[in-house]
């Protein structure tokens, strides 16, 4: 493949997502949507059914693997900035207990009917040779996902951070995310051990041991290190070359343990020193490189593993059944979960449908579940739609709960 070629395909992806992103930030969506989008159009489903003299000339099977490259470092530099930036928020006034319960319930139900659909998907919908179990867990999990940087996007846009709901959507979405995080792992191992359960064995014990040396040698090391080169939280080039080294080193051990690179990068990401000064310095120097140029291309190559046999007739039904069973559990099981702690019928209402949110973080387990092996093309396509129509009907369910009862939503927290 000529640099010509890669070059025109960075561009276009770049402009494609800038217009989408625009557009969706035109009517109230977060920018995240429009980009995430603009990788549909770019596919087979939309740009591939237009134009398809032109879409095999402009991303031929051979210009993938070099695509591909760049989309795994931007995804994994994005999974460490979302690892560094998990934590619980400062002053949360709402109790951890509340959110417990909100991260609780908003994952068992929509897991539970992920599970409860999968024996209607797993015929039509499994790759050949995938085992129930592994696939069913996996429809559980994908359906049970809260994108937390999408969430704290919409709650600032609509000066809720500091409301009730708002904090306890983020202590809850910062749960479900690493609680969702070690599910997926653990799914990822159970399928990549098609030997059996010695194999099986060998991911986790590799995966623990790593785990293990990350927070007891790594953490502690990494504390002293910034402590002593970067004492004021602003890393000069050198330690921003470590820190990146670090995250690349953790990405391929997962990689080696034949989970994924961004289970790595977010492990890294969590042991680092929980330093305001520091999360903002790495996310100056990493975030317009990973977010403005690589994520879009990751964006683009989900797009090109999409398939328009999604959209048969057959499988229409099927992709309103996953559409159903993903907002009914997460919108329900939210609000129960924040009704159980005494919270009123609006803000348990709007706190489940932030945790419907998924959005990107969504978009990332699929494709890693398609690298996996774990689901097909038409089934990806299906829950990448589902991502997208959840992630946006967030907003709109937001100003319907606040129309209907606007003074409930502005609660701020105790302080």
Avoid at 189 to 208: E, K, N, Q
Wanted: with cysteine; aromatic share 8%.
């Amino acid at each position: 493949m000529s640099l010509a070629l890669l070059f025109l395909q960075l561009a276009l992806i770049l402009i494609t997502a800038r217009l989408c992103g625009l557009a969706l930030r035109a009517v109230g969506q977060p920018m995240v949507i429009g980009e995430m989008a603009a990788g549909v159009l770019l596919g087979p489903v939309v740009f591939g059914a237009l134009f398809p003299q032109w879409h095999p000339q402009l991303f031929p099977p051979a210009s993938l693997p070099a695509l591909a490259a760049l989309a795994n470092v931007g995804v994994v530099l994005f999974m460490f900035m979302v690892g560094a930036e998990l934590r619980a928020p400062k002053g949360m006034g709402s109790p951890l207990r509340a959110a417990g319960w909100v991260a609780i319930s908003s994952m068992v139900l929509p897991m539970g009917l992920g599970l409860a659909i999968a024996p209607a998907l797993y015929p039509a919908l499994a790759p050949r040779g995938m085992a129930f179990w592994p696939f069913a867990l996996f429809i559980g999990v994908a359906l049970s996902i809260t994108a937390f940087p999408v969430l704290a996007r919409i709650l600032k846009d609509r000066k809720l951070t500091r409301t009730r709901i708002g904090q306890l959507s983020l202590g809850a979405a910062g749960m479900v995310d690493a609680l969702a995080w070690i599910l997926l792992a653990s799914v990822v191992a159970l399928a990549s051990a098609g030997a059996g359960p010695a194999a099986f064995m060998r991911i986790a014990l590799g995966l623990l041991l790593m785990v293990g040396v990350v927070f007891l040698v790594a953490r502690p090391l990494l504390a002293w290190f910034l402590r002593v080169h970067a004492p004021d939280g602003s890393p000069s080039p050198m330690v921003l070359a470590v820190l990146l080294i670090g995250v690349f080193v953790c990405a391929m051990l997962t990689e080696w343990l034949q989970l994924h690179a961004v289970f790595g990068a977010f492990l890294f990401g969590i042991a680092l020193p929980r330093d305001d000064r520091l999360l903002h310095a790495l996310g100056e120097r990493i975030e317009p490189l990973s977010i403005v140029v690589l994520m879009p291309v990751f964006f683009a190559l989900a797009g090109l593993g999409t398939s328009p046999g999604a959209f048969g007739s057959a499988a229409l039904g099927m992709l309103g059944l996953i559409l159903l069973a993903a907002s009914v559990g997460k919108i329900v099981g939210g609000a129960a979960g924040a009704r159980v702690c005494g919270y009123g019928w609006p803000e348990s209402l709007a706190t489940g449908a932030l945790m419907n949110s998924r959005g990107l973080m969504e978009l990332i387990v699929i494709k890693v579940g398609l690298d996996a092996g774990l689901i097909g093309a038409e089934l990806f396509t299906m829950l990448l739609i589902m991502a997208l129509a959840t992630t946006a009907a967030t907003g709109p369910l937001l100003s319907l709960i606040a129309w209907r009862r606007p003074a409930a939503l502005d609660r701020t927290t105790a302080s």
